[in-house]
């Protein structure tokens, strides 16, 4: 009877605390540190090095994180990968696996998980977007082939450790990636949040600083600049994915291959082919820096009604309007604003040559039949005329460029 007495008692001691028997701030520092850990796996295995080969891993850290998501998350590397290629490759179209854009925010935050499975069943996009992901042995006959036994086995240790509580810990774990990436990435990043880059589709930044999602918090960075490990790109911008790579390159467990290229500036001089070469090649950060002028302008324009008066007058709201807008590319501006736009523009000269310069500018990387000769020769007309416009943004603007260097 007293062994049966204390075997029950160690049951329970068992149930309620575990064989840590830990405090209450322990289990939460386990269940912060473990979500962590598998936020990395995703976006340095899965996301920077598998989807983007942005960087190569070696051995020890691949394994591991391949390891640690089969115990965290169930997920296939294959299927992954896939999917988030096939998402750039066909961004906010109907094709797209997970865009809110054409889906509606409310239903990849809600049921993006299950956006995600339907994807992986769809063998055409595991066909033509999974080249090159890991296909050895334990791959095939583990990871993938009992993709769950793995969270399986996470909740079993988990339950060792903390008891009854590890259940909890188990499923905040299970729900991590589904809330954070395939809900807020995939969701809110492709909705709210500011614009470092007019990159072709709808991505933002949802916060500069990237410590809670690893750094997919800067997904108009990332969407940009694909191919980059780096995805802060701005002084005030932080991804702490990038510090964890750089401390295993520091150790050789990682080589990067690729980061977001930066304008360089040199002496001003007539515009060549080397400065058609860095404004191509950085031309996301030159048509950011054109548009701060383009709202400089639109800013200046506003004070000017003000001083004049205006202050209620509908012309202010149409200028704060253009000031939010004008920069943008007219395939990203609501279609019911474009009217008021182009009263604005017929308002102000300023504006409409801002704008009509910024297209001219931008046909330099987007005419495809044009000679790399006839395209300098375009460029020099161009900041010719900038020059000679009178409009101090252009100006300056022009004289930026004709310092540009790779």
């Not at 391949?66 to 997920?75: C, D, I, V």
């Not at 600083?209 to 005030?236: D, Q, R």
């Not at 000769?373 to 409009?391: F, H, K, P, T």
Request: hydrophobic share 45%.
């Amino acid at each position: 009877m007293d062994f049966l007495m204390t075997v029950h008692d160690a049951l329970v001691q068992w149930l309620g605390f575990g064989l840590l028997d830990a405090s209450a701030w322990q289990v939460v520092v386990y269940a912060l540190v473990v979500t962590h850990i598998t936020i990395a796996a995703v976006t340095i295995f899965l996301h920077r090095a598998q989807a983007h080969r942005a960087l190569d891993l070696g051995p020890i850290p691949s394994h591991f994180f391949r390891f640690w998501l089969w115990l965290t998350t169930g997920m296939v590397t294959k299927e992954w990968v896939a999917i988030h290629r096939k998402h750039h490759a066909k961004c906010e179209t109907e094709e797209d696996p997970h865009s809110p854009q054409t889906r509606g925010l409310k239903k990849v935050l809600r049921e993006g998980a299950e956006l995600y499975r339907h994807e992986a069943k769809n063998q055409e996009t595991l066909a033509k977007y999974s080249h090159g992901v890991p296909n050895d042995w334990i791959e095939r006959n583990l990871y993938t082939r009992y993709s769950w036994q793995g969270v399986g086995l996470m909740l079993i240790i988990n339950m060792a450790l903390f008891g009854a509580i590890g259940a909890s810990i188990w499923a905040l774990q299970m729900a991590w990636i589904p809330i954070w990436a395939a809900g807020v990435v995939n969701g809110i990043g492709h909705f709210w949040g500011y614009r470092n880059f007019e990159a072709a589709d709808a991505s933002t930044n949802i916060s500069p600083w990237g410590i809670i999602i690893g750094g997919e918090e800067l997904h108009n960075n990332h969407h940009t600049y694909p191919t980059s490990a780096k995805f802060s790109v701005k002084p005030y911008e932080f991804d702490i994915g990038w510090g964890y790579i750089r401390a295993m390159e520091m150790i050789g467990w990682a080589k990067v291959r690729k980061t977001a290229p930066k304008l360089r500036q040199g002496e001003i001089k007539p515009a060549d082919k080397d400065t058609l070469e860095a404004i191509i090649a950085n031309r996301y950060e030159v048509m950011a820096s054109y548009g701060r002028g383009l709202k400089a302008a639109c800013a200046a324009e506003l004070t000017r009604l003000k001083a004049e008066g205006a202050a209620h007058s509908p012309k202010l709201a149409q200028f704060k309007l253009a000031k939010r807008w004008l920069h943008r590319d007219a395939d990203k501006i609501p279609q019911d604003l474009h009217g008021e736009l182009a009263g604005v523009r017929a308002a102000s000269p300023v504006l409409d040559k801002l704008v009509t310069m910024r297209e001219e500018l931008r046909q330099l990387w987007t005419r495809t039949n044009v000679s790399a000769e006839q395209l300098v020769s375009d460029l020099q007309a161009w900041c010719r005329r900038a020059e000679e416009s009178g409009i101090a943004e252009l100006r300056n603007f022009s004289m930026g460029l004709r310092a540009a260097r790779i």
